[in-house]
């Protein structure tokens, strides 16, 4: 394997306060395919991703991207090269899903320019991309939440950039939409050779879509490496204190995790017997 | 359709309202105890305009009525288009920032600083002018910009201003400085009509020096404001959302909150505290304009001028000759508009 190093994380520390939330943090992270950032709630992943969105300032020289300090960009040129899809995307007033998607090429336009016919041409294919062309004139605020996430994917590819980051962008959805998102997203990594790093809590998802897998505890990196090597029993009860068998999924081939206790279960029943 | 393909449309109502805020202008100059007619008005005001005004015939018109107009009705007029303008662009300026729809000038105590510092030069009987501004007005606008810095300094987490600290300092401000207020007119009774009425809002001692002081700086405030208007569509989006997107949201942020108290202390130095302005114009045009900050900002101004000329044509004329508070107008005709807004959000809550 040769492909190019895209970032480079070295020594990342990042508190609120005096509380450390990550700590130590090294990764380097290589041109195209998807990353899935995994581990319990509290573990630091959306503050690893807002850290290499910059919606964090990290410290200096602590991320890399390509050969320049993360810190070096301004937020528009860094807007050309990253785009970040947050947790909440609440818009508190109404815009139509065009619109809205048009806010992609913001870095783009000048301060008394307005959108181009070619930023228009951009923002059609990114909706068409992920099947949200029908939806251009609806507002945003009344498509359901499936539609939403992908509207807001279609501005993050609107953004043309190589890096996308995402924060657990399917975990709202149901089955059905869930997938549907995935494809998008594989679709872009193999065809856009958009880097993808998105944080997601179903394992199984990630281990069926996510080429490598980064798993976090206690706002360090446990682990990473392909989906073979960190769904796997023993370690899956370190980080998540959950016993689950692992079986090869018949149809990808990936592992698929079985939960079935807790290691609080375990207790209960010692101390009931 | 997307902003882009709206514009002319938006671009054809705009000019449309521009038009009713001159009718509005050019109306409001024949309401008074002298009966001036709508052409007399007219005539009047269209022959003091540079290079057009040579063509206009003055013949025939009451020199009487000219003085009414130019000297008496008219700076009132234009002061509180101005004002009107200032506060709704603010108005919609802090709603996308801080994505609040409920947001607002007065929210963020400005206004009761301003009452603190007309408060302190009425009792203290300074009733001399400097170059025709009178120090009640100096005094407002000082007491609103230290407000400003004081809540500035109250609600600054290191170099970030997250907005509820910005408006829960504010409140908390605001409800000091009013009792403040409170006090010095408890302790100096003669004083307190003039207080009260001050603290009311009104545009009544409009003067021709005042709308020199003002008409620069709302002019440019606005300008600049606008220049921010796709940063403000960003930044409705969340603050994460716009820095992703290439804003650069806190430098943005300082920016406009200076410009933004700049106006109000401007405006409410001149006119006292006239409340709903800022909250309710911006949510009014919104259904013309739509939300996007570059057709709702311009909308905005407009409709905030068009909006408190009326409100102080009712103000001097609904009981004349007595005069109601244009503040109490505002709010008379405001407030109900905030219920039914309230009413509504509640609907979608609900749903």
């Given at each position: 394997m040769n492909r190019k190093e895209i970032i480079t994380i070295n020594k990342l520390s990042s508190a609120y306060g005096k509380h450390k939330?990550?700590?130590d943090i090294n990764l380097t992270i290589y041109e195209g395919g998807i990353y899935g950032i995994i581990g319990p709630?509290?573990?630091g992943k959306t503050t690893l991703l807002k850290n290499i969105a910059r919606c964090l300032v990290p410290k200096k020289?602590?991320?890399?991207?390509a050969d320049k300090d993360?810190?070096?960009?301004s937020n528009r040129s860094l807007a050309k090269e990253i785009s970040y899809v947050p947790q909440n995307t609440d818009l508190e007033f109404e815009f139509s899903v065009m619109d809205m998607v048009l806010m992609g090429r913001s870095p783009y336009i000048k301060r008394l320019q307005s959108e181009s016919s070619y930023d228009i041409e951009v923002a059609e294919r990114a909706m068409k991309a992920t099947n949200t062309w029908h939806l251009r004139d609806k507002n945003i605020n009344m498509v359901s939440g499936g539609e939403r996430q992908r509207a807001i994917i279609a501005r993050a590819l609107a953004q043309e950039t190589n890096i996308m980051l995402l924060d657990?962008?399917?975990?709202?959805?149901?089955l059905h939409h869930q997938l549907e998102i995935m494809d998008i997203l594989k679709r872009l990594a193999i065809e856009d050779k958009v880097t993808v790093i998105m944080s997601i809590h179903d394992l199984n998802i990630a281990a069926q879509f996510c080429d490598r897998l980064v798993l976090m505890n206690n706002g360090k990196i446990f682990k990473d490496g392909i989906a073979n090597d960190i769904i796997k029993e023993d370690i899956i009860y370190s980080v998540y204190g959950v016993r689950a068998i692992v079986m090869k999924n018949?149809?990808?081939g990936t592992p698929h995790l079985i939960p079935y206790g807790n290691q609080s279960d375990v207790h209960r029943k010692s101390s009931g017997d | 359709m997307i902003y882009v393909e709206k514009r002319p449309l938006i671009k054809l109502i705009l000019c449309i309202l521009i038009l009713v805020l001159l009718a509005a202008v050019v109306l409001s100059a024949t309401f008074g105890a002298a009966h001036i007619s709508f052409l007399d008005a007219i005539r009047i005001m269209v022959s003091k305009?540079?290079?057009?005004?040579?063509?206009?015939p003055t013949d025939g018109l009451d020199s009487s009525h000219v003085m009414i107009v130019l000297n008496l009705r008219l700076p009132r007029i234009i002061l509180s288009a101005l004002v009107g303008a200032a506060l709704a662009v603010v108005g919609a300026a802090l709603q996308g920032m801080f994505k609040?729809?409920?947001?607002?000038?007065y929210v963020m105590g400005i206004s009761s600083g301003a009452s603190l510092g007309a408060a302190i030069a009425i009792v203290a009987g300074l009733e001399y002018t400097f170059s025709g501004i009178g120090f009640i007005t100096i005094f407002a606008f000082i007491g609103s910009i230290l407000t400003i810095a004081l809540i500035y300094n109250i609600a600054r987490v290191g170099s970030k201003i997250p907005p509820t600290t910005l408006l829960l300092a504010g409140i908390a401000i605001n409800c000091m400085l009013l009792s403040l207020v409170s006090v010095i007119m408890v302790f100096n009774r003669n004083q307190v009509e003039k207080i009260v009425f001050w603290t009311m809002g009104s545009?009544?001692?409009?003067s021709w020096n005042q709308i020199a002081f003002l008409f620069p700086l709302v002019f440019t405030g606005i300008v600049v404001i606008l220049l921010f208007s796709r940063d403000l569509n960003l930044m409705s989006a969340g603050d994460e959302t716009a820095k992703s997107l290439g804003t650069e949201v806190e430098k943005v942020k300082k920016i406009l909150i200076a410009i933004c108290s700049l106006l109000v202390a401007a405006s409410v130095s001149v006119s006292g505290a006239i409340g709903f302005v800022g909250l309710i114009i911006p949510h009014a045009v919104r259904l013309l304009s739509g939300s996007d900050h570059r057709s709702l900002l311009p909308f905005s101004a407009v409709g905030g001028a068009i909006f408190m000329v009326v409100c102080d044509t009712i103000s001097r004329s609904a009981a004349a000759p007595a005069e109601i508070p244009v503040g109490a107008v505002t709010s008379i005709l405001g407030s109900p508009y905030f219920i039914y807004l309230l009413y509504t959000n509640k609907k979608k809550v609900l749903n």
């Open positions: 939330i990550l700590d709630n509290g573990s020289n602590s991320i890399h991207l993360i810190t070096q960009f657990e962008p399917v975990s709202q959805l149901d018949p149809v990808t | 305009i540079p290079l057009i005004g040579r063509f206009i609040n729809p409920m947001a607002d000038p545009v009544s001692a409009a």
